[in-house]
């Protein structure tokens, strides 16, 4: 019942909507996968599903810079959406650690954690 709930009460939240886009509610194999990791890359991963995160956007609206804009092509604001599926600076890397150099969003949510978690890790962008 309680999780009934919760999942009611997600969806109608109009709070957290990158994290909506990753999470449907309460997911017991996600927890597991988080609660096996260290605490550098709990943070990364919650901020890669959260958009809370060292990327460009995030800083923009913390004031800690000036431009949303990706910096490695300048090609739009850099969120973890674009870092993760769309940013051409790392469609090499991209394929190498989630095998396509584009990801749309729905090919973003059906992707591994621990595949975006590597992804994430091997740029460098994010340590």
């Known amino acids: 019942m309680?999780?009934?709930e919760l999942c009611k009460e997600w969806s109608a939240t109009s709070i957290g909507r990158q994290a909506k886009f990753f999470i449907h509610g309460p997911n017991n194999n996600l927890t597991q996968?988080?609660?096996g990791l260290n605490?550098?890359?709990i943070r990364i991963l919650v901020g890669l599903l959260t958009g809370h995160i060292t990327l460009n956007r995030h800083l923009t609206i913390m004031g800690v810079?000036?431009?949303p804009?990706?910096?490695a092509r300048g090609e739009e604001e850099e969120t973890s959406l674009h870092f993760l599926g769309q940013c051409s600076?790392?469609?090499q890397l991209r394929f190498s650690a989630?095998?396509?150099y584009l990801l749309n969003l729905a090919e973003l949510q059906n992707c591994?954690?621990?595949k975006l978690l590597k992804f994430a890790k091997s740029s460098k962008r994010l340590l």
């Open 69 to 71: 804009i990706c910096e």
């Open 33 to 35: 996968f988080a609660m």
């Open 2 to 4: 309680a999780k009934k």
């Open 98 to 100: 989630l095998g396509a």
């Open 112 to 114: 591994k954690l621990a």
């Open 65 to 67: 810079c000036t431009d």
């Open 89 to 91: 600076a790392r469609m």
């Open 39 to 41: 605490r550098p890359d």
